[in-house]
């Protein structure tokens, strides 16, 4: 198992641009699959982006458009989501996740996977 702490949530005009940072506390960082999901009041969980275990694949959905980018650093032990022309729909609290199976890069989530406590963006318009 993985301790996963996000942080670089705030507040940002649409337009804008954040950094989300996961610093992962544990031996296994990388030997986990990565991923960072998403969650709006009253809504599903909603898969963002995934990275492979040595950051060499990368996943995104269909509703970032581009405009966010996955990478991890397994000397830090740290995943990163630079978000960039943000949206006032990427509102929302955001998740890092950390997993045996790379599935978790497709958006499959299994109940032993590793999960932060989420990181609040808000994007005004």
């Known amino acids: 198992q993985v301790h996963l702490v996000e942080s670089g949530g705030g507040l940002v005009q649409a337009g804008g641009s954040l950094r989300l940072s996961c610093a992962a506390y544990?031996?296994?960082?990388?030997?986990?699959?990565m991923a960072w999901f998403r969650q709006t009041p009253g809504k599903e969980r909603e898969f963002v982006a995934g990275?492979?275990?040595?950051?060499?694949?990368?996943r995104y959905a269909d509703s970032i458009e581009g405009r966010f980018t996955i990478s991890r650093d397994n000397a830090k032990n740290t995943v990163y989501l630079q978000m960039t022309s943000l949206k006032p729909e990427d509102t929302a609290v955001y998740y890092c996740?950390?997993?045996?199976?790379?599935?978790?890069?497709?958006?499959?989530?299994?109940?032993?996977?590793?999960w932060g406590q989420g990181t609040q963006v808000t994007v005004s318009s």
């Open positions: 996740a950390a997993s045996s199976r790379g599935s978790i890069s497709l958006g499959q989530t299994s109940p032993d996977d590793d």
């Open positions: 990275v492979s275990r040595s950051g060499s694949s990368t």
């Open positions: 544990g031996r296994t960082f990388s030997s986990k699959t």
